[in-house]
């Protein structure tokens, strides 16, 4: 896989402009089948045996899926009924 797509924790922290803990929790997440992860697509573990992981970001991965979960959000927020919608009074 080309390196230039693979990002460490601390770039991708940088991308999406969070902790590393947070990436971290994201992948911790998806290893133990927990909701709130990302999709194992985004991520790959170069060392999948040994003592240590070392994850890597796939960026162009990552940045579809988060677009894809933007229009999710969208099209949810435009398909809830207008009585449940906050309201300015």
Do not use: H
């Amino acid at each position: 896989m080309d390196s230039q797509k693979l990002l460490t924790i601390a770039q991708t922290a940088e991308l999406l402009n969070c902790s590393a803990g947070f990436v971290r929790k994201r992948i911790s997440l998806t290893e133990s089948n927990q909701p709130g992860g990302w999709p194992k697509s985004t991520y790959v573990n170069l060392q999948p045996n040994g003592a240590k992981s070392l994850f890597r970001i796939n960026k162009v991965a990552l940045q579809e899926y988060l677009e894809g979960q933007q229009e999710q959000a969208k099209v949810d927020s435009d398909t809830i009924p207008s009585t449940e919608q906050c309201s300015v009074r």
